[in-house]
């Protein structure tokens, strides 16, 4: 039983270059999360999605940003533009479904912006 | 606007004595409250949780404390063992958002000496 798997692990990426991110949750959940650290910070929230909706994007910088979790296949966050400041761990999570339960957390993608 | 306070960037214990992490918050919508903990280049785990209609919720050798008057929480850890050593984040769960979103601390790094 796999759990929430995001790929690529590491990620560099130019200036001015975009970035996907991949987050495959685990099998049977259908509730995925999308969260940044910053170096010496704790997780910040940015999108919640359901499969084909985004059911909360209030974490998400207005810019650049985007997040899908398609019917068939991994969610994506995608960063257009990079910037210095883009540079963190992305991290995704998934659960069951709403309500009093865990969500379950992948092992991050490290992106650095060079 | 931290919502959720951890207050000790780090901790050092001994072997063999309790490991006491303290969380603070200041939403009183928060009515779900999780520990994670984290490895280095490794996604948070999932360590315990306390619902806010409960005080105390006990796992082996971890358990958490809900003080709601207080809006202070604390995980402790009895006895600590090496492998304890990590990164210790408190989350918290507004009971007014839809789904898992989570609001994080910025983290407790514990050591835990042989």
């Known amino acids: 039983n796999a759990g929430v798997m995001q790929n690529p692990r590491h990620l560099v990426r130019r200036r001015g270059q975009e970035a996907r991110l991949r987050c495959s949750p685990m099998k049977g959940h259908s509730h995925v999360y999308w969260y940044r650290q910053l170096p010496e910070e704790g997780l910040k929230f940015m999108v919640y999605?359901?499969?084909?909706?985004?059911?909360?994007e209030s974490g998400m910088p207005k810019e650049r940003f985007s997040a899908e979790f398609p019917k068939e296949g991994p969610s994506i966050l995608r960063i257009q533009q990079v910037v210095r400041g883009d540079s963190a761990a992305y991290f995704c999570?998934?659960?069951?479904?709403?309500?009093?339960?865990?969500?379950?957390f992948g092992q991050g993608t490290r992106l650095t912006v060079v | 606007d931290q919502q959720v306070k951890q207050n000790s960037p780090s901790l050092s214990v001994q072997e063999g004595r309790i490991s006491i992490l303290n969380c603070d918050y200041t939403n009183s919508m928060f009515d779900y409250f999780l520990w994670y903990k984290k490895y280095p280049a490794e996604g948070p785990t999932f360590l315990i949780s306390?619902?806010?209609?409960?005080d105390k919720n006990e796992d082996g050798r971890f358990t958490v404390f809900l003080n709601k008057s207080a809006k202070h929480l604390s995980l402790h850890i009895v006895p600590s063992q090496p492998g304890d050593s990590a990164v210790y984040f408190c989350a918290a769960r507004d009971l007014m958002e839809y789904g898992n979103k989570l609001v994080f601390g910025a983290g407790t790094i514990l050591r835990v000496k042989s």
């Open positions: 999570a998934s659960s069951l479904r709403t309500g009093r339960n865990e969500a379950f």
């Open positions: 306390i619902s806010s209609i409960k």
């Open positions: 999605l359901q499969k084909e909706n985004i059911i909360d």
